[in-house]
């Protein structure tokens, strides 16, 4: 279980730092079938592990560009979201979950092979009117993901970067960045809902952080200098795969139950 938990960390780690997001997609899997955590214990060790590794990967990328007046409210808004998530999450069953987590994989794998558009737009700099136009788009972004960040231990990244660029117009390196701070707060403000009732199995929890914490900071550091369609794409292999993986053994299990 050591074993699994210190490779499948350092998976999840590379995966946060080389894209800026899809870490918390691969990690309550990872918990779940390769550490044999459940389902209601794994999603709140991968909010505790995905906060922190995504505090790790942001460190490179603070000197490419950071938009903090966009990130703070955006992340701000996903605080009560987060909590109301957690709520939601607590009154459906494990099998419901695991399913709804597939299907979220699904949309994230095909997000990540489609291309992102940069538009140019005012949000991420001076010009316009920030609260007038810029405020409400920031809070309605974090409004939904924090709900499902809070629902299912997902940071969001894989929809917090298109929302960037496409609603908000920042641009992509400003974007990546600019998620994992977003994903950091909704981490820990889903961390906090489901804290209650909630105990850190200290061992495997660890044995999986560590090496995420270490993989995110050297993928951040590497990510610059490999194609990044090439990086997207085996992501995007790699998820669907998990998913396959996760619908499959969830639909046998109730069935056989």
């Known amino acids: 279980m050591i074993a699994a938990a210190l490779a499948l960390g350092l998976l999840v780690g590379a995966v946060l730092g080389l894209v ?16 044999g955590m459940s389902t209601h214990d794994a999603i709140p060790t991968s909010l505790l592990v995905v906060g922190l590794s995504s505090i790790a990967a942001v460190i490179p990328r603070i000197r490419t560009g950071i938009s903090w007046r966009i990130a703070l409210p955006v992340g701000a808004a996903g605080i009560p979201a987060a909590w109301g998530g957690a709520a939601a999450g607590r009154l459906l069953n494990e099998e419901v979950l695991l399913l709804a987590f597939a299907a979220i994989m699904v949309a994230a794998g095909a997000r990540m092979l489609t291309k992102t558009p940069e538009i140019t737009g005012h949000c991420g700099s001076d010009q316009g009117s920030f609260l007038r136009s810029c405020l409400p788009k920031a809070a309605a972004v974090g409004l939904g993901i924090g709900f499902l960040t809070g629902l299912l231990g997902v940071g969001g990244g894989f929809l917090i970067v298109p929302a960037l660029t496409l609603f908000l117009g920042l641009s992509m390196s400003q974007a990546v960045g600019t998620s994992l701070v977003i994903i950091t707060i909704n981490a820990a403000a889903g961390f906090s809902a489901h804290a209650t009732g909630f105990t850190i199995d200290w061992v495997p929890t660890l044995a999986f952080a560590i090496p995420a914490i270490a993989g995110s900071l050297a993928a951040s550091r590497l990510s610059h ?26 639909i046998i299990g109730t069935i056989g139950g």
């Open 20 to 35: 800026g997001a899809g870490g918390s997609i691969i990690a309550v899997p990872a918990l779940v079938y390769g550490v």
């Open 225 to 250: 200098k490999l194609n990044s369609k090439h990086v997207r794409t085996a992501f995007a292999i790699l998820v669907f795969a998990v998913a396959a993986i996760v619908a499959v053994s969830t």
